[in-house]
Protein backbone atom coordinates (compact mmCIF):
# COMPACT_ATOMS: atom_id res chain seq x y z
CA UNK A 1 0.00 0.00 0.00
CA UNK A 2 2.83 2.45 0.77
CA UNK A 3 4.12 2.05 -2.94
CA UNK A 4 1.18 2.91 -4.23
CA UNK A 5 1.43 5.77 -2.31
CA UNK A 6 4.78 7.22 -3.49
CA UNK A 7 3.33 6.73 -7.21
CA UNK A 8 -0.07 8.38 -6.33
CA UNK A 9 2.71 11.75 -4.73
CA UNK A 10 4.66 11.48 -7.73
CA UNK A 11 1.36 11.53 -10.45
CA UNK A 12 -0.22 13.97 -7.49
CA UNK A 13 1.71 16.15 -10.77
CA UNK A 14 -0.51 15.80 -13.25
CA UNK A 15 -3.24 16.92 -11.06
CA UNK A 16 -0.68 20.66 -10.35
CA UNK A 17 0.04 20.75 -14.35
CA UNK A 18 -3.82 20.90 -14.31
CA UNK A 19 -4.25 23.73 -11.85
CA UNK A 20 -1.50 25.56 -13.52
CA UNK A 21 -3.02 25.14 -16.92
CA UNK A 22 -6.36 26.32 -15.59
CA UNK A 23 -4.70 29.54 -14.22
CA UNK A 24 -2.89 30.22 -17.49
CA UNK A 25 -6.23 30.24 -19.09
CA UNK A 26 -8.01 32.28 -16.67
CA UNK A 27 -4.43 34.71 -17.24
CA UNK A 28 -3.66 34.21 -13.63
CA UNK A 29 0.10 33.50 -14.24
CA UNK A 30 1.38 34.18 -10.42
CA UNK A 31 -1.00 31.07 -9.45
CA UNK A 32 -0.16 28.95 -11.91
CA UNK A 33 3.43 29.30 -11.19
CA UNK A 34 2.52 28.69 -7.40
CA UNK A 35 1.44 24.78 -8.78
CA UNK A 36 4.53 24.87 -10.63
CA UNK A 37 6.59 25.53 -7.75
CA UNK A 38 4.75 22.90 -5.92
CA UNK A 39 5.42 20.43 -8.48
CA UNK A 40 8.89 20.99 -8.68
CA UNK A 41 8.59 20.43 -4.45
CA UNK A 42 6.82 17.05 -5.39
CA UNK A 43 9.43 15.90 -7.93
CA UNK A 44 12.23 17.01 -6.03
CA UNK A 45 10.89 14.83 -3.10
CA UNK A 46 9.27 11.82 -5.19
CA UNK A 47 12.71 10.19 -5.36
CA UNK A 48 13.90 10.09 -1.76
CA UNK A 49 10.51 9.02 -0.77
CA UNK A 50 9.92 5.60 -3.53
CA UNK A 51 13.67 4.99 -2.35
CA UNK A 52 12.56 5.05 1.57
CA UNK A 53 9.15 2.98 0.40
CA UNK A 54 11.62 0.45 -1.68
CA UNK A 55 8.74 0.89 -4.46
CA UNK A 56 10.76 -0.83 -6.90
CA UNK A 57 10.89 -3.97 -4.70
CA UNK A 58 7.20 -4.26 -3.86
CA UNK A 59 5.49 -2.70 -7.11
CA UNK A 60 8.16 -4.44 -9.57
CA UNK A 61 5.62 -4.53 -12.88
CA UNK A 62 5.12 -1.10 -11.66
CA UNK A 63 7.30 1.61 -13.76
CA UNK A 64 7.67 4.80 -11.34
CA UNK A 65 10.53 5.99 -13.59
CA UNK A 66 8.20 6.10 -16.56
CA UNK A 67 5.07 8.13 -14.46
CA UNK A 68 7.64 10.42 -13.17
CA UNK A 69 9.10 11.02 -16.75
CA UNK A 70 5.02 11.46 -18.12
CA UNK A 71 4.52 14.37 -15.20
CA UNK A 72 8.17 16.25 -15.86
CA UNK A 73 6.78 16.47 -19.37
CA UNK A 74 3.12 18.16 -18.44
CA UNK A 75 4.87 19.94 -15.96
CA UNK A 76 8.63 21.36 -17.21
CA UNK A 77 7.70 21.42 -21.07
CA UNK A 78 3.86 21.54 -21.94
CA UNK A 79 2.09 23.63 -19.24
CA UNK A 80 5.03 26.19 -19.69
CA UNK A 81 4.59 25.57 -23.69
CA UNK A 82 1.20 26.34 -23.07
CA UNK A 83 1.88 29.43 -20.71
CA UNK A 84 3.75 31.20 -24.18
CA UNK A 85 1.45 30.18 -26.07
CA UNK A 86 -1.35 31.81 -23.79
CA UNK A 87 -0.04 34.83 -22.42
CA UNK A 88 1.74 36.52 -25.39
CA UNK A 89 5.40 35.70 -24.01
CA UNK A 90 6.28 36.34 -28.04
CA UNK A 91 4.82 37.72 -30.49
CA UNK A 92 1.69 36.86 -31.14
CA UNK A 93 2.10 35.57 -34.96
CA UNK A 94 4.75 33.08 -33.62
CA UNK A 95 3.09 31.34 -30.37
CA UNK A 96 2.50 28.33 -32.01
CA UNK A 97 5.75 27.97 -33.63
CA UNK A 98 7.60 28.60 -30.31
CA UNK A 99 5.62 26.47 -28.21
CA UNK A 100 6.14 23.94 -30.76
CA UNK A 101 9.55 24.01 -31.09
CA UNK A 102 9.62 23.78 -26.76
CA UNK A 103 7.32 20.28 -27.12
CA UNK A 104 9.10 18.58 -30.00
CA UNK A 105 12.24 19.59 -29.26
CA UNK A 106 11.98 18.29 -25.83
CA UNK A 107 9.81 14.89 -26.70
CA UNK A 108 13.37 14.43 -28.24
CA UNK A 109 15.16 15.44 -25.06
CA UNK A 110 12.72 13.19 -22.84
CA UNK A 111 13.65 10.27 -25.18
CA UNK A 112 17.30 10.08 -25.08
CA UNK A 113 19.08 7.17 -23.44
CA UNK A 114 22.13 9.33 -22.61
CA UNK A 115 20.01 12.87 -21.74
CA UNK A 116 21.97 11.86 -18.12
CA UNK A 117 25.33 11.36 -18.12
CA UNK A 118 26.92 9.31 -15.64
CA UNK A 119 28.71 12.40 -13.82
CA UNK A 120 25.07 13.67 -13.17
CA UNK A 121 24.63 16.25 -15.90
CA UNK A 122 22.27 16.71 -18.71
CA UNK A 123 22.89 16.34 -21.82
CA UNK A 124 21.81 19.57 -24.34
CA UNK A 125 19.36 21.51 -22.50
CA UNK A 126 17.60 19.75 -20.29
CA UNK A 127 13.85 20.93 -20.89
CA UNK A 128 13.53 23.35 -17.81
CA UNK A 129 10.96 25.46 -19.70
CA UNK A 130 8.83 26.30 -16.73
CA UNK A 131 12.08 28.17 -15.27
CA UNK A 132 13.06 29.90 -18.23
CA UNK A 133 9.42 31.25 -18.95
CA UNK A 134 8.88 31.90 -15.40
CA UNK A 135 12.01 34.40 -15.95
CA UNK A 136 11.29 35.98 -19.02
CA UNK A 137 8.17 36.62 -17.28
CA UNK A 138 9.11 38.33 -14.39
CA UNK A 139 11.98 40.21 -17.03
CA UNK A 140 9.05 41.67 -19.14
CA UNK A 141 11.76 41.78 -21.68
CA UNK A 142 10.58 42.60 -25.57
CA UNK A 143 8.52 39.60 -27.01
CA UNK A 144 11.27 39.22 -30.31
CA UNK A 145 13.90 38.46 -26.96
CA UNK A 146 11.68 36.25 -25.42
CA UNK A 147 11.19 34.57 -28.89
CA UNK A 148 14.82 34.35 -29.46
CA UNK A 149 16.01 33.13 -26.16
CA UNK A 150 13.11 30.01 -26.22
CA UNK A 151 13.84 29.02 -29.73
CA UNK A 152 17.53 29.32 -28.77
CA UNK A 153 17.39 26.50 -25.89
CA UNK A 154 15.13 24.78 -28.26
CA UNK A 155 18.10 24.19 -30.45
CA UNK A 156 19.95 23.33 -27.63
CA UNK A 157 18.19 19.95 -27.05
CA UNK A 158 20.06 18.86 -29.18
CA UNK A 159 23.15 20.09 -28.66
CA UNK A 160 25.45 18.03 -26.45
CA UNK A 161 26.90 20.01 -24.01
CA UNK A 162 26.08 19.53 -20.41
CA UNK A 163 24.08 21.08 -18.21
CA UNK A 164 24.41 20.36 -14.56
CA UNK A 165 21.84 18.26 -12.88
CA UNK A 166 20.25 19.60 -9.67
Given amino acids: MTAWLAHLYTGSGAVLALLAAADIFEHDYRTAFFWL ?90 SYWNIAVFYLHVARWPAEVNMAILLALAVLVFVPVKYLYP
Fill in 37 to 126: YLQVVVDATDGVLARALRVKERLPWFNGAKLDDIVDYLCYVFVPALFVWRSLLVPDQWTTLVASAMLLSSAYGFNREDAKTTDHFFLGFP
